[in-house]
């Protein structure tokens, strides 16, 4: 019960935060100079007064900032996130239609980069000084200096003319035909080289971690103790070090997927990928400032779900973690 | 001795790469444990104590340690250079060891009874319920209260004293024929010190388990041992029964070790040099000379100690000396 009691308040917090979210990104963007009558008729070639007046009125613009604000915060509650003026649709029904995508990429490449990295960790820790404990220390200085956009782009490279096997752009062939199955196949197919690209970095980045912290584990007394009971050095590896290695990893991992929502705007971009990070950059593009701040709603909210996972993650690896 | 000893440690050597060049942590240790018996090994930190405790575990860190030379036998079975899988299968079996540390020597992530249990299903082959019921029987056995509950417990949950009593149900989970307890109590409060030794003591005479004691306490070993050996800079420096040991101390450094306990003299009194407290420090291991390493410490050194390394000979019944001058002694 206390780990629901915390749990309670993590989602409470969260529920605060997103309304400061909320708050911030919507006074940004209202003391940011134009409006959106100001892009329209821009987009139009130019309007008198007279239509400016009447598209400020049609987008409540005319109002007091704070029934502006409360208008939005109530619409949201109601997963009213405004309208697209650009795309003309509801920026709900907007996001909605691309979220899938980009949660698909965003935690198969997380879950790829944990996973890995974290048995990289834990076989170069086996051999402190051994070959795939030095690749592992090259592999992240190569993660942390190489740009996502340019690993992505030598994969496309290296696909599309040396190793031809997977689809560099989209993330469906219309020509594919079939029951669910086939088409969910199509879907991993394509996301393989966007996957892949997105987690290299956060691959490095954890592999390292994990090596470092298996590296002090495994000069724990209760590793000593686990290898006097005459427990097999597998086990001694990935049941008794390994779950006290693990902390450091969830939290960073957690701590990091907010970079890792960034990294799949730029994967996006570069692999054709019909995701939010795609959307994102129309919209800024095109200036539709709710469709921007629905993106930036949403990515939060996922963010704030995934440091909830993080926590309770944590406490179910850790029985020290004390509720509060 | 007509049987043969249960666990024999015959001239082992540990050697450790350091960077100051090659440590003789262990040099030409010998010991016999006979079973039923406790034997303690004193000795000052650094001495080799642990070090010894983990050669026959087979636990010596490597790298930068290594078994150099020697023989280890349970029961008539080599230990040094067996198969680490066979070597595992021996390890919390017929050598249960426990450590200095009860308080990190516990895995903090799994359930004390958990932890126990874990020994039990690999070498019993035991189903996991029958393990965590033997889990439960042990804690019972070394007297922790409510032991079904406590069972569910993490380490953090439990006080250091509990801990070690933890510590030393999983080490007996398995009925070895040996337990290796290094400093059980070195980490514990005086009074919780008492309880260990004397559940220590009930446990032995219950189950026959031999026992090597490692620890700092004289007071401790005249009460509970058969046998004692005294190391020095990773040496036996006298070995033999508590009685003529404790009562008769021949190597100079035992005496010294026994007049800083008060209450220990031996009988009659050795004379004092100046000291309830042995001068000077032990030598670095990786600059010991030819000699015996205690002379520079020893107020009856003669100019042979620090000439040549002396051997453990007889100095009394079933008592053994490495001291030149105890040894000229006794020949005179
Ligand atoms: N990893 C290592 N590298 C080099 N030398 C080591 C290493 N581990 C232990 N030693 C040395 O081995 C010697 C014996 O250590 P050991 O732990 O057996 O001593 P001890 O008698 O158990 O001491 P204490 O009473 O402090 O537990 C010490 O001098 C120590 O410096
Ligand atoms: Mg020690």
Known sequence: MGVWNTIAKRVGYGLLLLV???????????????????????????????????????????????????????????????????????????????????LLLVFSAQILAVIVGTLLGVMAAKKPNGPLSLTVTFLSLFGFAAPVFWTGILLIILFVSIFPVFPVAGMVDVTVEGGFFVQALDVLHHLTLPMITLASIFLALYSRLARASMLEVLGADYVRTARAKGVPERVVLYKHALRNALGPVVTVAGLQFSAVISGAVVVEAVFSWPGLGTLALQSILARDTPTIMGILFFSSFVVIIVNILTDIALRLIDPRIKSG | MAEDPLLSVKDIVVDFKTRYGNARVLDHVTLDVNSGEILGIVGESGCGKSMTALSIMGLVPNPPGKVTSGSIKIDGMELVGMDVDRLRQIRGKDIGMIFQEPMTSLNPVFTVGEQIAESVRLHENARPKAAMDRAVEMLAAVEIPEAETRAK????????????????????????????????????????????????????????????????????????????????????????????????????????????????????????????????????????????????????????????KPRLLATGDAHVTACWVAQQERAQ
């Open chain 1, 20 to 102: 400061a979210v909320l708050i911030l990104n919507f006074v940004l963007i209202s003391i940011a100079p134009g409006d959106i009558a100001d892009t329209i008729a821009g987009d139009m070639g130019g309007a008198d007064a007279e239509v400016m007046a009447e598209i400020r009125t049609r987008y409540g613009l005319d109002q007091p900032f704070y029934v502006q604000l409360w208008r939005y915060l109530s619409g949201v509650v109601m997963f009213d996130l405004g309208h697209s003026y650009f795309f003309n649709t509801p920026v709900t029904t907007l996001i909605l239609e691309k979220l899938p995508a980009t």
């Open chain 2, 153 to 308: 417990a993490y380490p953090h949950q439990l006080s250091g004293g509990m801990r070690q009593r933890v510590m030393i149900a999983m080490a007996l989970a398995c009925r070895p024929k040996v337990l290796i307890a290094d400093e059980p109590t070195t980490a514990l409060d005086a009074t919780v010190q008492a309880q260990i030794f004397d559940l220590l003591q009930d446990l032995q005479e219950e189950t026959g388990t031999a026992i090597i004691l490692i620890t700092h306490d004289m007071g401790a070993i005249a009460e509970l041992a058969d046998t004692v050996a005294v190391m020095y800079a990773g040496r036996v420096v006298e070995k033999g029964t508590v009685d003529a040991v404790l009562s008769a101390p021949q190597h100079p450094y035992t005496k010294g070790l026994i007049t800083c306990v008060p209450h220990l003299e031996p009988d009659p009194p050795v004379e004092r040099h100046e000291l309830m407290e042995i001068p000077g420090v032990v030598p670095a291991l990786t600059e010991l000379g030819k000699g015996c390493a205690f002379a520079p410490r020893c107020g009856e050194a003669i100019e042979k100690c620090s000439g040549e």
